[in-house]
C-alpha cells in the first residue's frame, strides 16, 4: 500500500546545530508540504513543494529550508536549531489541490 | 491572504449531545474545504470534504459539514456524539490558485461518558 513516512518518529538535537526531517511518500504525488504543530496554534505551514525542483515558503519558513530532487521525498532542514523550533513536525502530500492530503505520523522534535 | 479561523478552542459535551464547531475561512477565490479529526497520539485523518455541488456534505462516523458560501463557513456537525469522538478537529482549506493548504487552530473535543 502507499504510504507517507516520517522518520525519525523523536529527535533530541543541541542549541545550533542542523537538523534535517525525512518524509518520503509512495503515493507519486506532486503536492508536499511541512507543518508544525504546536499548543494553540493548530497545524502552521512551513514549505511547500508543487513538484520536483520547486519549493515556496508557508506562513513560518524563518529558520527552515527544504529541497525537492525527486517526486517522493521532500526532506525538512533546520539550519540550526533553536529552542523555539521545539514541535511536533507533520509532513503531507496532495495528488491535487481537489483530493485530499495524506499525513505522516510526526516527528517530535526537541532542541535543548 | 488566506487563512482559516476556527471559533472554538476547547469543547466540552456528554455523550448524545450534538456538535457544532465553527470554521470561517478568508480567501476570495475558490476554495476547497476540509475537516481533519487527530485522535490523541495518531495523524490526521479526513472526515470530508467539499469541493463541488451539493453544499452539505456527509463524512465518515456521522459527521457532516455546510458549506455556506456567502458566510465563508464551513461548520462541522454531529447529532450525537460519543466517547470515541474525543480528538481535535481541524478546519483546513486548499485554494484552487495557489494550492496552499491551510489549517484554522483546531478544536480540542472532550466527550464525557
Known amino acids: 500500500d502507499a504510504e507517507i513516512t516520517q522518520s525519525p518518529r523523536h529527535k533530541i538535537t543541541e542549541t545550533g546545530r542542523q537538523v534535517t526531517l525525512a518524509c518520503h511518500q509512495t503515493w507519486n504525488h506532486n503536492n508536499m508540504f511541512w507543518y508544525r504543530q504546536d499548543l494553540g496554534h493548530g497545524l502552521r505551514l512551513i514549505h511547500y513543494?508543487?513538484?520536483?525542483?520547486?519549493?515556496n515558503k508557508g506562513e513560518v519558513s524563518d529558520g527552515y529550508s527544504v529541497s525537492r530532487s525527486n517526486t517522493e521525498d521532500l526532506p525538512l532542514t533546520l539550519e540550526s536549531a533553536a529552542s523555539s523550533q521545539t514541535s511536533v513536525y507533520f509532513c503531507?502530500?496532495?495528488?491535487?489541490?481537489?483530493?485530499?492530503?495524506?499525513f505522516g505520523q510526526g516527528t517530535r522534535l526537541t532542541v535543548v | 491572504a488566506q487563512s482559516v479561523s476556527q471559533h472554538n478552542h476547547h469543547v466540552i459535551l456528554s455523550e448524545a449531545a450534538s456538535l457544532e464547531l465553527g470554521c470561517n475561512y478568508s480567501y476570495g477565490g475558490t476554495v476547497n474545504l476540509f475537516w481533519y479529526v487527530q485522535y490523541p497520539g495518531q495523524h490526521l485523518q479526513l472526515l470530508l470534504k467539499?469541493?463541488?455541488?451539493?453544499?452539505l456534505v456527509k463524512g465518515i462516523k456521522g459527521f457532516e459539514a455546510e458549506f455556506i458560501k456567502s458566510k465563508f463557513s464551513f461548520n462541522l456537525r454531529k447529532p450525537s456524539v460519543q466517547w470515541s469522538d474525543t480528538a481535535e478537529y481541524f478546519c483546513a482549506v486548499v485554494s484552487s490558485n495557489t494550492g496552499k493548504l491551510i489549517f484554522g487552530q483546531g478544536t480540542t473535543l472532550q466527550v464525557k461518558p
Open positions: 503531507a502530500s496532495m495528488l491535487r489541490r481537489d483530493t485530499e492530503a495524506f
Open positions: 513543494s508543487y513538484g520536483v525542483q520547486d519549493t
Open positions: 467539499y469541493f463541488s455541488g451539493d453544499p
